[in-house]
């Protein structure tokens, strides 16, 4: 009798939490940093990343997807991000640059009294995907040297394929921020360098175009004295 009992009670409290505990589990997805080491110098190349610019349809909690026909539409509450994708794209590019730079003078937006060797503006302008869209991004970045001038610009476009799931769809998007995140130390180095002294040259002899006087005129013989002897004759 007892079992009897228990058994609808139980059976009724799952399926209340169940009903109560769906509408909240909703998954909530990150970006992957990919494989990092952290990096040992201390003196090494100082940057400073500003914060990166998104787009306006990327500023949002919900994960959006392209469709066939090239418009963007949210998952639903299947997925969301688990926090601003601006910070997880910002703290993904910052230690894939570390790692690959091997340095550990890295900076985030304005930092008092941070002199940065090399300074990087990057704009995302589309990072997506969809079922059956692969996952693309399309960037502008540029480098500025420690005197604030420009030395290198770049449009970028890169396309990874996927299996469909969102989850590989975020690990896609992962991995095109982390190629990213390649190509910028791999432009940020000669930057951080500085421009090369120039070697010095051995010093030529001066020549000497035009003759002396002295060498330049005709040598005259000298003059020799000719002596005559003449007889006087007195009468």
Known sequence: ??????????????????????????????????????????????????????????????????????????????????????????????RQLAWRLNTQRMALGEASGFVPDVQVELAITRLDSGPQQPAVLEAQWKLLDKDGKQQASRLVRLQEEHQGSTADQVRAQSLLLQRLGEQLASAIEPVAAGPRAKPRTAAKPKVDSGRSTEAAAPRIPALETIRTEMEVFRF
């Open 1 to 94: 009798m007892m079992n009897l009992v228990r058994y609808p009670i139980a059976l009724l409290l799952a399926s209340v939490l169940a009903g109560c505990a769906s509408p909240h589990s909703v998954p909530l997805y990150s970006l992957d940093n990919g494989v990092v080491e952290l990096p040992e110098r201390a003196d090494g190349a100082a940057v400073l990343l500003a914060p990166v610019k998104l787009a306006d349809y990327l500023q949002r909690e919900d994960i959006l997807q392209r469709r066939a026909d090239g418009s963007l539409a949210p998952v639903g509450a299947d997925a969301r991000w688990a926090g601003p994708l601006g910070q997880g794209v910002d703290q993904l590019l910052l």
